[in-house]
Structure formats: C-alpha cells, structure tokens
C-alpha cells in the first residue's frame, strides 16, 4: 500500500472501530470519491478471476495470498 501512496490503517478484526460508513476498516477516513478508487485499486488491484486470475494485478492482497502460498 505505501509503495502505491496508500495508507493502511492498523485495525483488529475482532474489534473494529464503530464507524457507521460501509468503508474497509483500514481505510483512512475523509478521502474523496478519487482517494477511495485509488486506495480500493492499491489493495485490491485489477485482476482477472478463475483461469484470467494473475497475482500480479491483484494489489496488495494479491501480493499477500501469492507469498502465503494462496492460489487467489
């Protein structure tokens, strides 16, 4: 996320903050309708899915589930 200029925020899963909006609970608070399509982009990136899913285009979590040893 920092390395695409984006913050994510240290949250529990079993814990999240009480925040009435339907954003992640990692995502900064206040960005504008661009800084929630770019953070969204960063984490989640743009990948296919099935046989179409590459790790590469899928940001942050594609990062994630590629060196965990996922498969997508």
């Known amino acids: 996320m920092a390395d695409a200029g984006q913050e994510y925020l240290d949250w529990k899963w ?4 009480p925040d009435a909006s ?3 609970p990692a995502m900064p608070a206040d960005l504008t309708p661009e800084e929630y399509a770019a953070w969204e982009l960063a984490l989640d990136g743009d990948s296919g899915t099935g046989d179409d899913y590459r790790w590469e285009d899928a940001g942050c ?3 994630a589930v590629h060196v965990t040893g996922g498969t997508n």
């Open 14 to 17: 079993w814990n999240p903050p």
């Open 22 to 24: 339907n954003r992640f």
């Open 61 to 63: 979590w594609g990062y």
